[in-house]
């Protein structure tokens, strides 16, 4: 079977790359990107003899339609997914092909759920954010929802932490889920919140490395996609931030001033952007300053609030790693890629992660990554523990693990 990968020249796309063309099922590679130099070093270092290079900008769609003939899966890597909006999905559409991406725009996730009767009619599986948050957390957020005669709230957490030596799509990822009111879903209605106040914040404690960490409400697709697949919930937020958490109070700074807005305004008789403004001067700072060998950190956190036998039950995930987005974004996307090909996954239209078979998910992804060997889980009942440990450990959760195989 054949996969494209569109923005195969970014980091996202690496591990995506190592465990497709290590899968058997998996015939051909198609990497594309706007950089063919950067495509041509990836080429180079491939062993598999499964890559091509495909020079694409997805803007052009003669080129985007000439790149989707004969795949069976298109992975989309382009983002900002802001920026981007349904452009791939929707030429994935038109050409019969199913679709993966890691979306992080709480705007851009309800674009592409809107496609859903399309992709739907046009015998394609679309399935959205699955990535760590939104991804993993959803997966897990499932999990323990399918323990539940009642699910009635979703509180999702994360904290990323990278050293940057440039401006990302990333970063513009981040202002745009706090520039603007956001999404969160509240006493069984969706409703927009000023994101990133003191006032909302909370304190989660992580495992190590991260611990003690202060979390902002954000915009993110969490809670956007998990009112429509997890029936009956009736609250859903979501809390992110960056590591060190210094950085959150400049960001918040920048933001409050403008600095990160993408309107021009009027500049020495030019029109300038503010954003691009602080992009070029943070790639200049960057540049000056001196390497670290200080790790990428990341934590996330999920709590899942029930009832079952008239009982309270409460499941509390968190796990914290030293490793990088790419890493663990990347090895999620590949599994649900994977699902997809193997056709574990055979529901048409647009999905997101919670609808996958979350036993089966989890085993593969820990049969393929080890990011997520120290997911932690508690669970309450009635407001006493029941049982805690290693989301992996058999012996504690072997019975939440099992599961059918197919969605």
Not at 283 to 298: G, H, I, L, W
Not at 368 to 386: H, M, N, P
Not at 393 to 399: F, N, S
């Amino acid at each position: 079977m054949k996969v494209l990968i569109a923005g195969a020249a970014g980091q996202m796309a690496r591990p995506v790359i190592k465990h497709l063309s290590s899968l058997a099922l998996v015939s051909g590679l198609t990497l594309a990107d706007i950089s063919a130099q950067r495509l041509r070093t990836i080429i180079e270092q491939d062993k598999s003899g499964k890559c091509r290079p495909f020079t694409l900008d997805v803007r052009n769609e003669q080129q985007l339609l000439q790149a989707l003939q004969g795949q069976d899966v298109v992975v989309n890597l382009v983002g900002p997914y802001y920026l981007f909006g349904t452009t791939v999905l929707e030429a994935a559409i038109q050409k019969g092909v199913n679709y993966v991406d890691i979306v992080d725009d709480f705007d851009t996730a309800a674009q592409l759920l809107e496609l859903n009767d399309k992709a739907a009619g046009a015998g394609v599986t679309a399935l959205i954010a699955m990535g760590a948050s939104p991804g993993v957390i959803n997966v897990l957020s499932r999990l323990s929802s399918e323990q539940m005669e009642q699910t009635e709230e979703i509180n999702t957490y994360w904290v990323a932490g990278e050293p940057a030596t440039e401006f990302t799509g990333a970063l513009r990822h981040f202002f745009h889920a706090v520039g603007s009111k956001v999404p969160t879903f509240k006493n069984g209605q969706m409703i927009l919140i000023r994101p990133f106040k003191n006032s909302e914040a909370q304190v989660i404690t992580f495992p190590p490395p991260l611990g003690e960490f202060q979390v902002y409400q954000m915009g993110h697709p969490e809670p956007v996609t998990l009112p429509r697949f997890i029936p009956g919930v009736k609250t859903v937020t979501n809390r992110g931030a960056l590591y060190p958490a210094v950085l959150n109070h400049i960001f918040k700074v920048l933001v409050n001033y403008g600095f990160t807005s993408e309107e021009p305004i009027p500049f020495r008789g030019e029109m300038v952007a503010p954003l691009e403004f602080f992009e070029a001067l943070f790639n200049a700072r960057q540049k000056e300053k001196p390497s670290t060998d200080e790790p990428p950190v990341m934590g996330m956190g999920v709590e899942v609030k029930g009832k079952k036998d008239n009982r309270e039950i409460v499941h509390w995930y968190t796990h914290s790693a030293n490793c990088g987005m790419a890493e663990a974004t990347g090895y999620p996307l590949a599994v649900g890629v994977e699902m997809i090909l193997a056709k574990e996954i055979t529901s048409k239209g647009v999905i997101a992660p919670e609808c996958l078979e979350p036993g089966l998910f989890l085993r593969r992804l820990g049969a393929v990554t080890t990011v997520y060997d120290q997911v932690l889980l508690s669970e309450k009942i009635g407001g006493a523990v029941k049982r805690e440990g290693k989301l992996f450990d058999e012996k504690t959760w072997g019975d939440l693990l099992e599961g059918p195989g197919k969605f």
